[in-house]
């Protein structure tokens, strides 16, 4: 399996760490209506859970581009290293945004994208 690959797998399993933050702590988690109980938390809690949103709404994009990358013959050095730089920047994303950064964020958020589409021409 290629270093892309395992990537795939790991931008899959990063909101759930941003979802971990979210229920740690603060009020007592309720599992009878688990969206109900991250949408009322606050501060940086209330933050990790937009993180897991926003995580789960990069992954597809970025899965389909490595997927897209493999397919199209780009090379691999060249995805893994786009592949890598997407983990990278989705974790800095997050701690920004854990720590309430919204310029830098968004610039951050940027360069994931750019990674993203990186990944689907790269085989052009």
């Not at 940086?44 to 397919?71: C, D, G, M, T």
């Not at 997407?86 to 994931?112: C, D, E, K, T």
Request: aromatic residues 14%; proline residues 2%.
């Amino acid at each position: 399996m290629t270093i892309g690959y395992w990537c795939v797998l790991v931008a899959a399993l990063l909101p759930y760490v941003f979802t971990g933050l979210a229920k740690a702590g603060g009020r007592r988690y309720n599992n009878y209506s688990p969206r109900e109980f991250l949408e009322k938390q606050e501060g940086y809690r209330k933050r990790a859970h937009w993180v897991q949103l926003n995580s789960f709404e990069a992954f597809p994009a970025f899965a389909a581009a490595v997927i897209i990358a493999h397919l199209s013959g780009g090379a691999q050095e060249r995805i893994d290293i786009l592949a890598m730089a997407f983990i990278a920047i989705r974790v800095v994303y997050g701690i920004l945004y854990l720590s309430n950064q919204a310029s830098l964020r968004s610039l951050v958020w940027m360069a994931g994208v750019g990674c993203t589409v990186a990944l689907f021409v790269s085989g052009v």
